[in-house]
């Protein structure tokens, strides 16, 4: 009985001090500190930036000599790329596709590197830069990727876009 008195009373101070706490603090709130609400500003610009880009995780690139696929912990990457062309409609290159195969964990795991054939492509524009985003990835001379397939695609400029990384 003792328990339930005091679980009340507690409970009553609670909703008083809720009710009036608001009137207390208006009370010693001057009109001076009072302030409008502030419209959120409009969208930002961004200037033009020269060039055609690409990403390697959330950091735009030009040429890159490689490119992180999985930013998080590196599983996945494409290293000594080498580029012939470069240019707004696609970049063409080669280089050497490497992947960590965690086994027995990704600690421990081994890496399985396969040259590849590189095309960077579809242009879009993210804040003032011209930037190629897909990467297609095919495995050379008839080999295949540690996946088991001769190729694949991969958007890498999605992680940058998602995170809005200013630079």
Known sequence: M??????????????????????????????????????PLPTQSYAKVEGVWTYDCEFPVQRPEQIMLTCADGGMIVIDIKWRTWNSKEAIGSGIYSQNMCE????????????????????????????LKNLDIKAVSGRELPNGTAGFTWDVAEFAVKMNFEE
């Open 104 to 131: 027995p964990n990704c600690a421990e795991g081994k890496r399985v590197e396969v040259p590849v054939r590189l095309r960077l492509s579809e242009l879009f524009e993210y804040k003032g830069r011209k930037v």
């Open 2 to 39: 003792i328990r339930s008195k005091a679980l009340v009373g507690a409970g009553a101070v609670f909703i008083v001090a809720a009710l009036v706490s608001p009137l207390i603090s208006s009370a010693f709130t001057s009109e001076s500190d009072k302030t409008e609400k502030v419209e």
